[in-house]
């Protein structure tokens, strides 16, 4: 079944502990991308990757920082959470053709304390 | 980089009415214009999408309409059902290749 997988799906942590939000899928897509969505401000681009070792800021890249290793695997770090990072947090992919659909992860909620 | 706002952010509808959501856009050179749907608590899922050398596409009850002159595009749900509850998003590609997320319309189908 073609899909992406982010994992966890839910994670409370304290300010300051480093934490890696993981991202995973099998549809061999170029483009991935990680988004955060909060009340009233939609999505929000965080980061994407074109192809391997390919990475780019989005619209809110300050406190993240993410890696390509690998065409199928594009995890999220937060080095230093901060409360203002709680949010819920998306994973997409797409073939990386500038018009086709974007197929989303599961979302994986953080709470920052 | 691309700007796409979504107006307006809440829609009621009685059953078996029309709702339409309209967004407009800031890059001309955008070319490629989707629609997500986000039922409560899942993951967002393209409904319907529509390209720059198109004005008018159908899928059953979802239409999405685009006028390039104006820089704006807007959702059509015809016969809307309880089902059509969601918070729908519009996004635009740009000439930087990067998908931009309007802020999402809450759409409530009153039974």
């Known amino acids: 079944e073609a899909q992406v997988t982010q994992n966890p799906r839910y994670l409370i942590t304290v300010t300051g502990k480093k934490l890696t939000v993981t991202c995973s899928q099998n549809?061999?897509?170029?483009?991935m991308s990680w988004y955060r969505q909060d009340p009233g401000l939609g999505l929000r681009q965080i980061y994407y990757s074109m192809n391997v070792e390919v990475t780019d800021k989005g619209d809110v890249p300050e406190g993240y920082k993410v890696s390509r290793k690998e065409k199928r695997n594009f995890p999220l770090i937060l080095e230093s959470p901060s409360p203002n990072q709680t949010s819920l947090y998306f994973c997409a992919s797409s073939s990386g053709q500038s018009n086709t659909e974007a197929f989303f992860g599961q979302g994986t909620r953080l709470t920052v304390v | 980089g691309e700007n796409v706002e979504q107006h307006p952010s809440t829609l009621s509808v009685q059953e078996g009415d029309s709702a339409v959501i309209k967004c407009t856009y800031s890059?001309?050179?955008?070319?490629?214009f989707p629609w997500y749907k986000q039922e409560l608590g899942k993951r967002p899922q393209l409904i319907i999408d529509i390209r720059s050398n198109v004005g008018e596409k159908k899928d059953q009850r979802i239409a999405v309409t685009l006028n390039k002159t104006a820089k704006h595009f807007s959702l059509h749900i015809t016969e809307t059902q309880p089902e059509d509850s969601a918070v729908y998003f519009c996004?635009?590609?740009?000439?930087?290749?990067?998908?931009?997320f309007g802020k999402g319309n809450q759409v409530v189908v009153i039974p």
């Open positions: 549809m061999n897509h170029e483009y």
């Open positions: 996004a635009a590609i740009g000439g930087n290749n990067r998908l931009a």
């Open positions: 890059d001309s050179a955008s070319n490629y």
